[in-house]
């Protein structure tokens, strides 16, 4: 229970967030690490919260090698800032989350949120080459680097990343980013599973395919003209403008969960949900989001139907009570006990988001 | 030498034949690929997770190192039992236990030799992305824990992009499975902490894969360059106009030489420098693809450009490439092989200190290396049998390290740091940062018996200087 306001502290350098980070620490007081405020309802309810820890003062692009296709920044900047930067030089993060815009690089990292384009370019679990972050006693640890293929030492920016701020304040993050493809066409069908399935299979895949509740399937094929030219005519669907991946990405409804199972299971999963759900999914990932307008136990019947295939059901956003009815995060992993040392570890009087991570 | 009663026990678990314990059987485990070697107390060859859970459990109650050991091709000393213990040999795990070829994954034990996957697979139209040069030897147990790359990895990925999950056993002989098939698995991600750990926080007992959709056209081409920067310099300006090929690799006139004496592919042995070039997607997409990366090469001084017409023609060009470092034996008999990576358009400095480097210690050095990635292999040529040539190999070895790190790279791309390069890693990494790793392997292995003395500096040995970096971030001492 939050009983008075949390004290707001923003530092504008990392040594400065690791200097409030310690002493919070050293006190004992709850500390929330907040970029965007996007995510801000996954995970469980916070048990305490005496400090919030903005990351938006450190913004800067620190350094973005066009031709190294390389970009570092402070983990405050927002996507929407990078990708401006980045498209100056023809390049881009594949990143494309939802509850967009506003999300900073930091918070993506941390709640692992990923969008339609993971199809393609997979999360940033694939192109995340190093990572800088704060620890509760106050050293700033930095793994990987800037090069795009590095086995030097462990790689903890695996550690970190989807760790939700459990295990440290990530303070700067090094990319590697991409070419803006040479052709780029979204198609939209009203064809629902079978129409997916049809286009997850053509001999250019889709670097986005997205499909909705309402049947609607957004297709998204980028690469070398010809090729492209050939499946989008093959396809023969209706060709809509990139703004509706824009608004795809707005989503974000008040409750909400996120279902990742494998991809083969998915549409199992999706179709048992209660008459009239809202939902939308990546049938290429394996991975849904459902606006839930049920009880709770109707998502406790889902879970147990994604963990049974081997997945998982997250809640995403929803309110307090809700959340304590169903549980954030469903069975813990048969690891949980390593993970506990781990964030032993890290943070040991647990003062980093208490209560909302798996540890 | 095990005090008898552990080797007892080991017997009693794995079978009295599985235990090594001769001297002359030993040697054999002496060493990887690199030049470094230590004879192992024993060598226990596992033929089950259960044995290997014993093994360790053995190990662990008598404070006995544990070294995995796969094929034993690994390049950095991973595999090296430096100090002594046990050679837990997997190679006898060797099964495909399932291909799902519509889920298109594969489940493997760690002693499955990484090309015979992609041949079971290829049936079913699928085929395994990370392919190390030695991929006819090696195994996907070693290449999990080494977070192995190769050629392919330019577009495709390193292992780790490419493993689902795996079955793993502790430091104290507890078994776990860490993530899945699923994509956001709930909890810290240890499977990803744990590939490219180089067998210090676990052995692998099985590893679940991705498969990927063989491609239905591949395009593969040649072409000579005057000298490495000319080479380097096309790299840069292919990657720079927005294509990513499926593989990107160079040659220098040393290894070119030796190479076509060997394979007679057809390599122009007058060019200072070659690059292999290879596409692959739809027929459209390939030539469109390869007429524009030609056109790109031949602006970049690029000439005698060839592309392969035939599969044939197209293994024997790869034949050269990954049967290269073999080739070099014709120079030399032995090379030490570093695998440093910079930022690609560091290509061109960090390859003209390599030559300085190499001339300055009269040693012949041959670069055949992923140069997309910006990952240099420059192998130095020598005869082991010549005493005093090692030391100057190592030296020379260690300041083409200090060359690539000066230029904001990093130690490995792609080998791991294993004992030859883990005095280096306080170049590129502080004493916080080495200490949240540190912190890892603590809570993993707070023991310490698992492959002892790899990765982390030794405390006892005095540090090893390095003059500066460059680079923004690196300046600002990230990276």
Known sequence: ?359 | MLPSPVTEELRRIVGREAVIESANDLRIFERDGSIAGAIPDAVVLASTTDQVAAVIKVAAKNHIPVVPRGAGTGLSGGAVTIHGGIALQVTRMRCILEIDPVAQTALVEPGVVNQELSLVAAPHGLFYAPDPSSQKACTLGGNAAENSGGPHCLYYGVTTNHVLGMEVVLADGSVHWVSGDAPDRVGLDLCGVLVGSEGTLCAITKVKVRLLRIPPSVATMLAAFPSIETASQAVSAVIGNGIVPAALEMMDNVTVGAVEAHYHAGYPTDAGAVLLVEVDGTAESTRELMAAIGKILSDNHGYAMREAQTPAERELLWAGRKGAIGALGRIKPNYYLHDGVVPRTRLPRVLSAVGEIGEHYRLPVANVFHAGDGNLHPNILFDMRDHEVLHQVEAAGEEMLRAVVEMGGALSGEHGIGLEKNAFMPWIYSEDDLGAMLRVKDVLDPDGIMNPGKIFPDPSRKPVQLAGRTGLAVEAKWW
Not at chain 1, 131 to 151: H, S, Y
Not at chain 1, 193 to 212: F, M
């Open chain 1, 1 to 359: 229970m939050v009983v008075k306001a949390p004290t707001v502290e923003r530092p504008s350098t990392a040594e400065d967030l690791a200097r409030a980070l310690r002493e919070a620490a050293a006190q004992k007081l709850a500390i929330v690490p907040v970029g965007g405020g996007r995510a801000r309802g996954m995970g469980g309810v916070l048990e305490q919260c005496d400090v919030e820890l903005h990351t938006t003062k450190l913004g800067r692009v620190v350094e973005h090698s066009q031709a190294d296709m390389v970009v570092s920044v402070e983990a405050g900047i927002t996507l929407e800032a990078l990708q401006a930067e980045l498209a100056k030089s023809g390049q881009f993060l594949p990143l494309d989350p939802f509850n967009s815009p506003g999300h900073t690089i930091g918070g993506l990292l941390a709640s692992g949120w990923t969008g339609p384009l993971r199809l393609r370019y997979g999360s940033p679990r694939d192109f995340l080459i190093g990572i800088r972050v704060a620890l509760p006693d106050g050293k700033l640890a930095t793994a990987g680097g800037r090069v795009v293929k590095n086995v030097s030492g462990y790689d903890l920016m695996k550690l970190h990343y989807g760790a939700l701020g459990s295990l440290g304040v990530i303070v700067a993050a090094s990319f590697k980013v991409f070419p803006k493809p040479l052709h780029d066409v979204t198609l939209s069908s009203g064809g629902a599973w079978n129409a997916a399935v049809h286009a997850l299979s053509t001999a250019v895949a889709p670097s986005a395919l997205e499909l909705d509740s309402t049947g609607r399937v957004l297709a998204r094929y980028t690469g070398s003209p010809d090729a492209i030219t050939r499946t989008v005519d093959e396809l023969g669907w209706q060709a809509v403008g990139q703004a509706a991946w824009d608004e795809h990405a707005r989503r974000a409804p008040e409750c909400w969960a996120r279902i990742a199972v494998p991809r083969e299971a998915l549409r199992r999963i999706i179709q048992a949900l209660p008459s009239g759900a809202e939902w939308w999914a990546s049938p290429g990932v394996g991975i849904g989001h459902w606006a839930i307008t049920s009880d709770a136990a109707s998502v406790v019947e889902i879970r147990a139907r994604a963990e049974a295939a081997g997945g998982s059901l997250v809640m995403l956003a929803a309110p307090d009570d809700f959340i304590r009815a169903v549980g954030p995060w469903g069975t813990p992993p048969s690891t949980l006990e390593v993970m506990r040392r781990l964030k032993q570890a890290f943070d040991p009087d647990g003062v980093l988001n208490p209560g909302r991570f798996v540890v």
